[in-house]
C-alpha cells in the first residue's frame, strides 16, 4: 500500500515538472517570437535625412508630420543650415543625405553637377523683407521708403546672414545695393554696411560686384552688424534685443509672427518683372562660385548618393504636389504651379508628371 502511495506522489510530480517545464517552454517561444517581431519592425524603419535651408524650418515640419503619416515605418530627420553649408555637407564633408532643399536652386548645379546631383526642380518662391518687433527702436516709424533712413541712425542695430553660407546673407547684400540704384543715394551700402565691415561692392563693367572675404575675415563692427552662418540665427537676436532689424525672407517674417517692411518690387528679388534690373548686382563668394542677382527661387534635389531613394522620390513629390503646395502657401511661401526642372530627361517617371520643364 505504501508502495502505491509513494508511486502515485512520484508521478504527480513528474506530470507537474513536466507540465511546468512545458509552460515555460510555451512562455519562452512566445517571448521569442515577440523580440523577432520587433526586430523586423525596427529592420524595416527607415531613417530618411533632408538637408534644407534654414528659411524652410517650418515647411519641412509640416512636410515630415504629413509624410510620416503616409508611411509609418520611415522617420524623416531634418538638418536646417544655410543652403551653401547644407550642400557642402555633401560635397564636402562627405556626409549622406537623401533630399538637399536649398533657397537658391542655382546652388545645386553650381556645387552638385555633375558629380552629386543631375537635376533640380525649382518649387517655391520668397522675398526679402525687413523684420522687426514692437521694441524695435522707431519700430513707429519705419516703412518702405525710409528704412534705409531708420537703419542708418547710429543707435540702430540690424542684422543680416553669412553670404558664403546662405542664399538670404547675399541676397540681403544685393537688396541693400540695389536701393543705392532705386533710390538715386549712392552711399546707402555704404552707410549701413561697408563703414561696418569689409564688405564693399565695386563697379565693374556696369554690374556692382561684391567679392566675399573668408567668413573668418569679414570683421564686422558688433556695435552695428550681427552677422551669422543662417538667418534663422538672427531670430534669437531680434527677440532677445540684441538687434532692431534684420533681413529675412517674407515667409520667415510670417511665420515667426514678426512685423515686417516690405520693400519695393524693384529691389526685393521677387519679381520676373524686374530680372534685368537684379542682375545689376553680383556676390562673389569666398570660394569663387558667382551668385548674379534674380528673383528667389528655392529648388530641391535628390543626391546621386542617396541611402532611400524610393522614399526620397515619394517626398518630394509631396512637395511638389497639391498638398505640399497647400502647405506652403498657408505658411507664405509661394509655391510655383506647377514646379519646373531643369533637366527632366533625368527625373524618374514618378516626378515627371508633377513638374514642367524649364
Same mark, same amino acid.
Given at each position: 500500500m505504501k508502495v502505491k502511495i509513494m508511486l502515485t506522489i512520484l508521478l504527480a510530480f513528474l506530470i507537474l515538472g513536466c507540465t511546468s517545464q512545458t509552460d515555460q517552454t510555451d512562455h519562452d517561444k512566445a517571448t521569442t517570437s515577440t523580440h523577432t517581431a520587433t526586430q523586423t519592425v525596427e529592420q524595416q524603419k527607415v531613417v530618411l535625412k533632408v538637408f534644407h535651408a534654414g528659411s524652410l524650418t517650418e515647411p519641412m515640419k509640416a512636410f515630415k508630420e504629413a509624410f510620416e503619416k503616409k508611411y509609418p515605418n520611415v522617420e524623416v530627420q531634418t538638418?536646417?543650415?544655410? /543652403?551653401?553649408a547644407t550642400i557642402r555637407k555633401v560635397t564636402e564633408l562627405g556626409r549622406v543625405a537623401d533630399v538637399i532643399a536649398s533657397a537658391d536652386y542655382s546652388l545645386i548645379p553650381k556645387m552638385m553637377y555633375p558629380e552629386y546631383a543631375n537635376w533640380t526642380i525649382m518649387f517655391a518662391k520668397n522675398q526679402i523683407v525687413i523684420a522687426y518687433t514692437d521694441s524695435s527702436k522707431y519700430a513707429d516709424e519705419i516703412n518702405s521708403q525710409n528704412w534705409y533712413q531708420i537703419l542708418r541712425r547710429p543707435d540702430v542695430k540690424? @542684422? +543680416?546672414? *553669412?553670404? *558664403?553660407?546662405?542664399?538670404? @546673407? =547675399?541676397? /540681403?547684400?544685393? %537688396?541693400?545695393?540695389l536701393a543705392e540704384l532705386y533710390y538715386n543715394d549712392s552711399t546707402i551700402y555704404d552707410d549701413l554696411v561697408a563703414k561696418h565691415s569689409n564688405l564693399k561692392f565695386v563697379e565693374e563693367n556696369g554690374t556692382y560686384v561684391l567679392r566675399m572675404p573668408k567668413s573668418e575675415d569679414i570683421n564686422p563692427d558688433t556695435s552695428k552688424l550681427m552677422i551669422r552662418s543662417m538667418e534663422m540665427e538672427l531670430i534669437h537676436g531680434i527677440e532677445s534685443g540684441e538687434i532692431d532689424y534684420f533681413f529675412i525672407y517674407r515667409s520667415v517674417a510670417q511665420q515667426h509672427g514678426f512685423k515686417y517692411v516690405e520693400l519695393p518690387l524693384q529691389i526685393d528679388l521677387s519679381s520676373t518683372k524686374y530680372a534685368d534690373f537684379y542682375s545689376k548686382v553680383k556676390v562673389v563668394l569666398s570660394n569663387g562660385k558667382e551668385v548674379v542677382g534674380k528673383p528667389i527661387v528655392y529648388g530641391i534635389t535628390i543626391p546621386k548618393n542617396?541611402?532611400?531613394?524610393? =522614399?526620397? $522620390? &515619394? +517626398? %518630394? &513629390?509631396?512637395?511638389? /504636389? $497639391?498638398?505640399?503646395? &497647400?502647405i506652403l502657401d498657408q505658411l507664405g511661401q509661394p509655391p510655383i504651379v506647377p514646379a519646373r526642372a531643369d533637366s527632366i530627361e533625368n527625373l524618374s517617371e514618378s516626378l515627371r508628371g508633377y513638374v514642367s520643364e524649364t
Open positions: 538638418e536646417a543650415a544655410g /543652403s551653401a540690424f @542684422g +543680416f546672414s *553669412n553670404p *558664403n553660407d546662405d542664399p538670404c @546673407g =547675399y541676397r /540681403s547684400q544685393m %537688396v541693400i545695393q542617396a541611402e532611400h531613394r524610393d =522614399y526620397a $522620390e &515619394k +517626398f %518630394v &513629390k509631396l512637395i511638389i /504636389s $497639391e498638398e505640399g503646395q &497647400k
